[in-house]
């Protein structure tokens, strides 16, 4: 069985989550955005060791804690290659948005594509490519479950007007997606998770998108 652990963490409140198999306590690591003491200590108190860490897309907010985890947990760092350089103008983009000062981002150790498998301890899950938010931008699927990044929240969805964004990228996507049997959690990257029904049938952004879209 697969458990999932989620902390909001830094100024933007972004879903840092770590997935792991529950019997075999091995897992990895899904967008480590800030406080990376906090997510160290939950890895601790979850007893996971983690394989890898894998990020949803490239932006800061996401990212923050990312040199900090693999220095210590000696992993490797898996990103979409079309977010290589949005990856790299985190500092940048932290004083814009944010005002603060960081140091530059470790590059990834592997691009994942589309389809991809990723293990987790006896479980296997796949990439799925789902550009919009940015043009690098995947979710993760594991057994009932979708972590979407950006590109899908409880009752919205991820901008397109930031670099790399797409509308009709994100509508193509947000289809992906809600092709998923209604009973899918969906864990986003900010805000509360929720299931692929709720979204499809309440989702006031989704269903505008998707009508236009047709």
């Known amino acids: 069985m697969l458990e999932v652990r989620c902390l909001s963490v830094g100024r933007l409140q972004t ?7 529950e019997e075999f306590r091995r897992g990895i690591v899904i967008d480590p955005g800030d406080e990376a003491e906090r997510i160290m200590d939950l890895i601790s108190r979850c007893d996971v060791e983690v394989d890898a860490i894998y990020l949803t897309h490239g932006h800061f907010d996401h ?34 948005f944010l005002g603060i000062e960081v140091p530059p981002p470790p590059k990834p150790d ?25 043009r690098g931008s995947v979710c993760y699927v594991f057994e009932e479950m979708i972590f979407t990044g950006d590109t899908l929240f409880a009752g919205s969805v991820g901008r397109t007007d930031l670099p790399g964004g797409s509308l009709k990228d994100l509508v193509s996507s947000l289809s992906k997606i809600l092709n998923f049997p209604d009973e899918f959690m969906i864990y986003p990257g900010h805000g509360p998770s ?5 979204e499809r049938k309440l989702n006031a952004f989704v269903r505008n998108l998707m009508a236009s879209g047709d």
């Open 15 to 21: 879903n840092a989550y770590l997935v792991f198999d």
């Open 194 to 198: 929720s299931t692929v029904g709720v």
């Open 110 to 134: 592997g691009w994942i594509a589309d389809g991809q498998l990723i293990r987790i301890g006896s479980h296997l899950g796949k990439v799925l490519h789902t550009p919009g938010h940015t």
């Open 63 to 96: 990212v923050l804690a990312l040199r900090d985890l693999r220095r210590e947990l000696g992993c490797k760092v898996y990103l979409h290659k079309a977010d290589e350089g949005i990856l790299a103008s985190a500092p940048r983009d932290a004083k814009y």
